[in-house]
């Protein structure tokens, strides 16, 4: 099973929750590794001095991933496939998030890079006001 077939199949119907709910998205780009914010951008046809953010993977991705006490059964199961997608985000090589943007809507890339060489991830957007 390809990588981007994985990514598909963990995020599919997973939501990212912000002050909107929004779906993760798979990706991955053939020849193209993401070594630092300027070259995000840069694949993004972003300006230069667009505000970026990295932070960790766990970080990112921790409200959706830990179990609360208020969390009803079908919660609990959407942690667990969070967390299955993080295990699986992690496995890639140099994995890192990028927030874009300086809101109210922040593009976000969980990404790193496959053992092919190319960039895989997902994305999602983050509504922040």
Not at 8 to 13: D, E, I, P
Not at 98 to 119: K, M, N, Q, S, V
């Amino acid at each position: 099973m390809s990588v981007l077939t994985e990514l598909r199949k963990a995020a599919k119907g997973l939501l990212f929750l912000s002050e909107s709910d929004a779906p993760l998205k798979a990706f991955v780009w053939k020849g193209v590794v993401i070594d630092s914010a300027a070259t995000l951008l840069k694949q993004l046809h972003k300006d230069a001095a667009t505000s970026v953010q990295e932070i960790a993977l766990t970080d990112f991705f921790a409200p959706m991933a830990t179990v609360q006490s208020w969390h009803d059964e079908a919660a609990k199961a959407d942690v667990v496939r969070f967390q299955a997608l993080v295990t699986q985000l992690a496995a890639l090589t140099n994995t890192r998030v990028f927030r874009i943007g300086a809101g109210p809507e922040i593009l976000a890339y969980a990404l790193g890079t496959t053992p092919d060489g190319h960039t895989a991830g997902v994305s999602t957007l983050l509504t922040e006001t």
